[in-house]
């Protein structure tokens, strides 16, 4: 089993900054690859970011490209995401969510944390 709890979600003007972290606990972090997802109201669940287990590859959605930075430290089992440049339309609950190596799926999930973005 592995326990995640994101930090870092607020409310911030467009153009600002936020840095969401989220803590990971039970087996082996660097096993899992990670990933943020977010969901705003009325909307499914999207694709964020995601990082492998070393660090080493990272992938974005296009809408964040540029913007948003995933990172990890896995002596810290956490995962980050510095979010720049925000838009309003990136206002949503942000979920971070675990994936073992040469799993196909995500098993893990974090409660998330509120992402609102004023203009």
């Known amino acids: 089993q592995v326990q995640l709890v994101e930090s870092g979600g607020g409310l911030v003007q467009a153009g600002g900054s936020l840095r969401l972290s989220c803590a990971a606990s039970?087996?082996?972090?660097?096993?899992?690859?990670m990933g943020w997802f977010r969901q705003a109201p009325g909307k499914e669940r999207e694709f964020v970011a995601r990082i492998s287990w070393s660090g080493g590859s990272t992938y974005y959605a296009d809408s964040v490209k540029g913007r948003f930075t995933i990172s990890r430290d896995n002596a810290k089992n956490t995962v980050y995401l510095q979010m720049n440049s925000l838009k309003p339309e990136d206002t949503a609950v942000y979920y971070c969510?675990?994936?073992?190596?040469?799993?196909?799926?995500?098993?893990?999930w974090g409660q998330g944390t509120q992402v609102t973005v004023s203009s």
């Open positions: 969510a675990a994936r073992f190596q040469g799993s196909s799926l995500y098993d893990y």
């Open positions: 039970g087996r082996t972090f660097s096993s899992y690859h």
